[in-house]
Nanobody, 124 residues
């Protein structure tokens, strides 16, 4: 059974930084594009970032470009999201998932069932 566990979210001041982690169990993330989505209260789930299976391609949502970075350590079956220069509009629950390619990750994100997510709250 595949399980995704996100962590690292917390209360943070605007301008600060956080690093989120996504640990996957039950299935290897190697050869899969992996990434992050977020969902703010009352809003639809939003694409945040994706990294290709080999780490050579990264894509970001427009609202986080230049502020967030994504990385992966396949040996740990873990994906990270480094969040810098946080803004109050980054407040959301952050989720991790994957797909066969960066495109299918964004469209279908069907690598695993959604985890519980991790709450990020940014105050000004």
């Amino acid at each position: 059974q595949v399980h995704v566990a996100e962590s690292g979210g917390e209360l943070a001041r605007a301008g600060g930084s956080l690093r989120l982690s996504c640990v996957v169990s039950g299935r290897s993330i190697s050869k899969k594009a992996m990434g992050w989505f977020r969902q703010a209260p009352g809003k639809a789930r939003e694409f945040v970032a994706v990294v290709s299976y080999d780490g050579n391609v990264e894509e970001f949502g427009d609202s986080v470009k230049g502020r967030f970075a994504i990385s992966r350590v396949d040996a740990k079956n873990t994906v990270y999201l480094q969040m810098n220069n946080l803004k109050p509009e980054d407040t959301a629950v952050y989720y991790c998932n994957g797909g066969d390619t960066t495109l299918t990750m964004k469209l279908y994100h069907d690598f695993a069932p959604w985890g519980q997510g991790t709450q990020v709250t940014v105050f000004s």
